[in-house]
């Protein structure tokens, strides 16, 4: 069964953070949310293997239900 | 409360150059004794170039201030011959926790890489760095070099004539006028030399306001470095723990931009915020407590004809990464030899606007770095909160997460990548010491590669032949000759893939250029380029 990576795998992660931010200045709340949506399903699609996605899925309720 | 900045160290003093008949006309003029004044000028005089620090108090800082100091600069402090008593006092710390909303979320160990002399980083108030610095200079006065410390020295005019600049300067006993070939500006961010030369100071505002507390407590919190998002004693807000000697703890508390600061700084405010965090039980008293805005900005150029800025006269950015003095110290390291050699004649002076391109380059990724902590600690929008959030979330439970979380990303050493005095590079060694970067320390021989470099231009050979010394235009590079036989951490920081190595190391131990075996014609070239000198061409 494939594993979701959950260690660290972004080589340069402030300018990945800076370049997700970016691509949201300026925009709505519910146009930022728009383009999140879009962004899940399309790295969804990049990723492709359904036991990563139902995997990644599970983590991020997890994490969500803390808040 | 600590006495030594109300003792002053550097008092008023009369100068002869106030009674001469004319301007008297210095070597060089630097203005501000705070750390990058000092070091700029202990740097100077050690080499053998005469200098005068003009302050307008008699001093050290008042209040802790900056309070990190990196490697880099405490190995530039053990060149200028200070780094010791700094890194004795000094706090020195490797855990950091991460705390969001009311619980940790994670713990690091930055874990330094073994075989340095200097540890990543110590924790030291400022005022213990000037006074440091200000032995220093003692010290070397002692030994007769050329350097005078002037207290309560008010520059009130500059003036750039071309080929010297002219200063106007108040004392307790009135005016005098003074001459420099070449002044350093070195007054801090509010700089009134680039004020009164009417020079830009462009950035970002912050619109944030922070309260510094140094508290003393018998507390049993251990030497780290700890960082709270949004946490209940202060909602939506941050705030940093850390650890200065003599048992002295910096607090720093986000308290945002709509405020009165005046209020917020009265005891009868501040205490009740620290009890707070720090828990109805703990005893302990307030040494200093200020409250700090920032920018980040930098000027469009350093230097201007003779006058040269260095420092937070330069260059400011937010305080999360440590990068301010730090930064203003490797601007010093990056000018003095430069400004020695055209003094001496022996490099077109030209070679000074490298200093803009190197620096501006360390102060660009100063910026850059700093601006995105602050965005992260302080999200612009609802939206990069909610990212920030997810991220310090996901940091509670997933590894993936935690290089995302940026409370400050420290001090590193600027790597001059691009510089127009970087020579050949080999491509089989490592690229932590390509040209352009800072040498690497290494244990050698039962000491330290980097106190066996020195100050002036080196041939560092690895298991290569090579003279014992090279001169080119009236620039000398001596011998350093080492092995790597029984020296692991030298050959894996220097060798690489190669079985031998030549470097050409410049006087602040930055990386020139780098050979497998000896050419002389193209170390003789490396060394011009090192030197601003024409490619090729004769000085």
Known sequence: MSTLTTTPNIARPDDFYAALLATHEGLSKAESDALNARLVLILANHIGDVEVLAQALELAKGADQQA | MNKIFEIPLYPYTRSPDQDAAAPVRRKVVVVGAGPVGLAAAIDLAQQGVGVVVLDDNDRVSFGSRAICFAKRPLEILDRLGCGEPMVEKGVQWNVGKVFFDDRQVYEFNLLPEQGHRRPAFINLQQYYFEEYLVNRVRELQAGGAPIELRGRNKVLSVEDRGDHAALSVDTPEGEYALEADWLIACDGAGSPIRQMMGLDFVGRVFEDNFLIADVIMEADFPTERWFWFDPPFNRGQSALLHKQPDGVWRIDLQLGWDIDKEEEKKPENVIPRLRAMLGEEVKFDLEWVSIYTF???????????????????????????????????????????????????????????????????????????????????????????????????????????????????????????????????????????????????????????????????????????????????????????????????????YLGAAKSAVYLVRPDQHVAARWETYDEAAVRAALNTAAGRARGGTP
Request: hydrophobic letters at 35%; proline letters at 7%; a negative charge.
């Open chain 2, 295 to 493: 920018q980040c900005r930098r000027m469009e150029k350093f230097r201007h004809g003779r006058v040269i800025f260095a420092g937070d006269s330069a260059h400011q950015v937010s305080p999360f990464g440590a990068r301010g003095a730090n930064s203003g110290l490797q601007d010093t390291d990056n000018l003095c030899w430069k400004l020695k050699l055209v003094i001496e004649g022996q490099a077109p002076d030209s070679l000074l606007d490298s200093y803009d391109v190197e620096r501006i380059h360390g102060a660009d990724e100063n910026i850059l770095n700093s601006s995105r902590s602050t965005d992260f600690i302080t999200p612009k929008s609802e939206m990069s909160r909610i990212f920030r959030d997810a991220v310090l979330d996901l940091s509670e439970r997933v590894d993936f997460a935690r290089p995302l979380v940026n409370s400050g990303r420290l001090s590193v050493p600027c790597t001059y990548d691009g510089s127009p005095l970087n020579g050949p590079d080999c491509e089989a060694m490592p690229p932590r010491t390509r040209p352009g970067s800072p040498a690497v320390d290494a244990p050698v021989g039962g000491g330290w590669l980097l106190s066996r470099l020195g100050d002036g231009f080196r041939l560092l050979t690895i298991d290569a032949e090579a003279p014992e010394a090279l001169e080119e235009g009236g620039i000398a590079a001596t011998r350093l000759a080492l092995s790597a036989r029984g020296a692991p951490e030298l050959a894996e920081r």
